[in-house]
């Protein structure tokens, strides 16, 4: 049985994220967690949760923990 335009076109636009959003959310929960526990104690999953998305579409953003430091620090200079 063939599905319906509607749903695929439905599930297709629940999947979509503002990019510029979710960078800002990561952001956001970086400057956060780094703040309340400092780097070493900063785990990126936290991070990830608070933001509300995964682990791996962190990492895309970011690539890793000192490149999303990194770019926290800059956010909180600019803030």
């Given at each position: 049985?063939?599905r319906?335009?509607k749903?695929t076109?439905?599930?297709a636009?629940?999947?979509?994220?503002d990019?510029?959003?979710s960078?800002a959310?990561i952001?956001?929960?970086?400057?956060?967690?780094?703040s309340?526990?400092?780097y070493?104690?900063?785990?990126?999953?936290?991070?990830a949760?608070?933001?509300g998305?995964s682990?791996?579409l962190l990492?895309d953003y970011?690539?890793d923990k000192?490149?999303?430091?990194?770019?926290?620090?800059r956010e909180?200079y600019?803030?």
């Amino acid at each position: 049985m063939a599905r319906s335009g509607k749903a695929t076109a439905t599930r297709a636009r629940r999947g979509v994220r503002d990019a510029e959003a979710s960078r800002a959310a990561i952001l956001q929960a970086a400057l956060d967690e780094f703040s309340s526990v400092g780097y070493d104690g900063a785990r990126v999953d936290r991070i990830a949760a608070e933001a509300g998305l995964s682990k791996p579409l962190l990492y895309d953003y970011f690539g890793d923990k000192d490149e999303l430091y990194k770019a926290a620090l800059r956010e909180a200079y600019v803030q």
